[in-house]
């Protein structure tokens, strides 16, 4: 009887892992058909978790301190500095630049390392007293993406969010959640490089902020609530496709 492709694929991958068990760089590792792979992906996460188009932030400036604060930390931090910020009147660029900079460290205090995220925060408003959101937003994707990069405290993934969902430009994020993900499914291999992974999806998807915006947030959500540190794979509908589920099934049956 003839092996599903799926199969075959699994094979290919675990045969090339055993025979290059030494890579430190990322690499993807399945590159045939990317595009219907990644649609085909896609649509099994919205199976699972329906549809979300989500980021819990209701402004631009929201979504970009949300960016900022979200490093190294929990959404929920997060929401507890913002109630801070909201409760003290420092809420927008104009209030938070008039609050000095212990105040700020104090009002930032639940989302963790808030003297370097003070700092960042600081810088983002010094430069929106420039530069305001709607005229850096007039930019072209690229000029946006590194005159963000250029603000102290925002790294790619922070400036990626900030172009996603405060500009709705189409720039897909990654992020740890990804990296472990699709490490697992066996599609590449390697320590978390930002800008490859990133890439995997900005060469073979259509440049559409809805299914970025939408697919970010599904890989998102499996991580955090199946593809976990410990995987939760018999819950997990992409389980019959994914290599660490394939290879942990044959340590286990006898
Ligand atoms: S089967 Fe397990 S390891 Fe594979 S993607 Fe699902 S939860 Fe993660």
């Known amino acids: 009887m003839e092996r599903p492709a799926i199969e075959n694929e699994i094979i290919l991958i675990l045969t090339q892992k055993r025979n290059d068990d030494r890579i ?3 690499r993807i590792v ?4 990317l595009n219907e792979k990644l649609f085909a992906l896609y649509e099994q996460l919205r199976l699972q978790h329906g549809a979300l188009m989500w980021w819990p ?3 631009p400036f929201e979504v970009a301190l949300g960016g900022i ?3 190294a930390t929990s959404w929920r931090n997060v929401e507890k500095a913002f109630e801070n910020l909201k409760t003290a009147g420092a809420w927008t660029p104009a209030q938070i630049r008039a609050t000095s900079q212990s105040e700020l460290e104090k009002l930032l205090r639940p989302s963790r390392y808030y003297r ?4 960042k925060v600081r810088a983002f408003v010094e430069h929106l007293a420039k530069r305001p959101m709607h005229v850096m937003f007039e930019q072209t994707i690229s000029e946006l993406r590194e005159e963000l990069l250029s603000i102290y405290g925002i790294g790619p993934e922070t400036a990626d969010t900030i172009l996603l969902y405060a500009a709705e430009k189409p720039s897909f994020v990654v992020d740890a959640y ?3 993900l699709f490490s697992r499914l066996g599609w590449i291999e390697g320590n978390y490089h930002y800008a490859k992974l990133r890439h995997l999806f900005m060469e073979n998807l259509p440049h559409d902020v809805q299914l970025f915006n939408e697919y ?3 890989i998102v959500r499996h991580g955090a609530r199946i593809c976990q540190k410990t995987p939760k794979c018999e819950e997990c509908s992409l389980r019959h496709a994914c290599v660490y589920y ?3 099934l044959r340590r286990r049956t006898p």
């Open 69 to 71: 604060l979200t490093q």
């Open 246 to 248: 394939t290879e942990d």
């Open 216 to 218: 970010h947030a599904l």
């Open 30 to 33: 399945c590159q045939e058909n």
């Open 57 to 59: 932030a209701e402004t």
């Open 178 to 180: 990804t990296h472990r």
């Open 116 to 119: 370097a995220k003070a700092k």
């Open 24 to 26: 430190q760089f990322m």
